[in-house]
Structures are given as C-alpha cells and as structure tokens.
C-alpha cells in the first residue's frame, strides 16, 4: 500500500472521513530537509470557507537538521486519487520523499504560480 505523509489538514478526522470516508490510522514521522512554510490564499472566497488566511507548505531546504512534523498514513491507490483531488483544488502536487523513519512516501507541495 502507497505510504502518504501529511503536514496538514490531512491529519485531521474530519477532513479524512469527507476525503476517504474513513479515519485513518498513522505513525507519527518527521521529513527531513524540508521545512514548514505558508502559501497566501488567492482567492477570497475559498479563504472565508476555510476561515483562514494561508494553506500550509514545506520548502525544501536540503538542510538535513531542517524537518516538518507530521503523520505517516498507509492509504489505498484508490484513496491516493482521492488524495490527489482534494489537494488539486488547493494547487497541490504530489511528490515521493524519503522520511527520518526510513520509508519513502507521498506528499503534497504547493505547486506554485
């Protein structure tokens, strides 16, 4: 089963039951090089729905001391696409990195303008 590691609002229940219909279970994890960053929302109406200001974000850094605490979810091919919807919306990509735990796994990085 791929593995997907989550900074953000993946973590959350209720974000996993509207997105997969189901809670996952996770590892906590750390990845590495990377550190947290903020994205601006560009448009008005989806940062009143959200009621917040920026999406959250991971730069790479290829600082090995640098890292981003999160959740590591073992998720289905079919829960990947899911995955991949959701976060398109938000101009998300989905890229494969090495975690300090050893495995390699899926996340999502702010693909820019």
Do not use: C
Request: cysteine-free; proline content about 4%; charged content about 25%.
């Amino acid at each position: 089963m791929p593995l997907l590691f989550s900074y953000g609002t993946l973590q959350q229940e209720e974000v996993q039951l509207s997105t997969f219909g189901r809670k996952l279970n996770g590892e906590k994890d750390l990845l590495t090089g990377y550190e947290p960053s903020l994205v601006k929302i560009a448009d008005p109406e989806v940062a009143r729905r959200l009621q917040k200001l920026h999406h959250d974000n991971v730069s790479k850094t290829d600082d090995e001391w640098s890292n981003v605490q999160g959740t590591v979810f073992e998720v289905t091919d079919e829960e990947l696409a899911k995955s991949d919807a959701f976060e398109a919306q938000f101009n998300y990509q989905r890229i494969i990195v090495p975690l300090a735990s050893g495995n390699e796994a899926w996340v999502y990085v702010h693909a820019g303008r």
